[in-house]
């Protein structure tokens, strides 16, 4: 358990401030919006799903980021919307502490735009993440207006992505794409499939399973009307008077 003196601006008098080791809370506000939440929890699922055998990440949103060199809590710290960070152990966190995580930063942020965080996520924030981060992919994405950009890392510089036919932006760290899809922003894979989230898998599992069942009914319906057609030749055969097993 580290105790610090903190100077109370208002009153002037220092203040014990007690901060145990690895273990701060995150301290982000709430979401702004429901569609702020709903985005985030996408790219969560979609990601945790399709690297489900993997041990080696850690992903998160709305989640605090200390960094100070001096490691307080009350300094230095930013709350990305999600942000991935590679070569970890894939645990619950209550926050990322840097200090705590061998010094790394995340290998990817986006941040979600709104009237209020705008400007702050394209300039204090990229600054930040350019310049103290050194994430290697930024991404912005508005939600309502469908805004998107994204930017990678060079010597030290982040320069902008350049969008494929699809308008999709390449994280060079997840080895994915980046797409809007339905108003929102989604995983794609390097032949631009989408990655699904567990809820389609299972929508495509029963689609496959209702589609086998058709395929069987369809298959006795030809065969049911194969032997009624066998019969009713059968039957004309005996009314002339020969024997349909002799044939």
């Avoid at 929890?41 to 041990?55: A, Y």
């Avoid at 981060?133 to 939600?143: E, G, K, L, Q």
């Avoid at 066998?230 to 349909?244: G, M, T, V, W, Y």
């Amino acid at each position: 358990m580290t105790i610090a003196q903190e100077l109370d601006s208002e009153t002037g008098i220092c203040e014990d401030v007690i901060f145990p080791p690895g273990d701060l809370f995150s301290d982000e506000p709430p979401l702004e919006t429901e569609l702020h939440l709903r985005q985030i929890i996408l790219l969560l699922q979609c990601l945790e799903w399709l690297w489900r055998d993997r041990n080696d990440f850690y992903s998160a949103g709305n989640l605090t980021i200390y960094y100070s060199p001096r490691q307080r809590k009350s300094e230095k710290f930013r709350g990305p919307d999600f942000f991935v960070v590679l070569g970890t152990e894939r645990k619950t966190r209550k926050s990322w502490v840097v200090w705590e995580e061998d010094g790394k930063y995340p290998n990817v942020i986006l941040e979600i735009l709104s009237n209020s965080t705008a400007n702050t996520d394209k300039g204090l924030k990229k600054e930040i993440y350019q310049n103290t981060f050194r994430t290697p992919d930024y991404f912005w994405f508005d939600p309502y207006t469908l805004e998107f950009a994204g930017f990678h890392l060079v010597d030290g510089e982040y320069q902008p992505l350049q969008a494929s036919e699809q308008g999709h932006l390449w994280s060079q760290q997840l080895g994915l794409y980046l797409g809007i899809y339905q108003g929102l922003l989604r995983f794609f894979k390097p032949d631009g499939q989408l990655v699904p989230t567990p809820e389609e898998i299972a929508q495509q599992s029963e689609q496959r399973v209702e589609q086998a069942e058709q395929k069987v009914e369809q298959a006795e319906q030809r065969a049911q009307q194969e032997a009624e057609k066998a019969e009713r030749l059968a039957a004309k055969l005996r009314e002339l008077n020969i024997d349909p097993d002799t044939i």
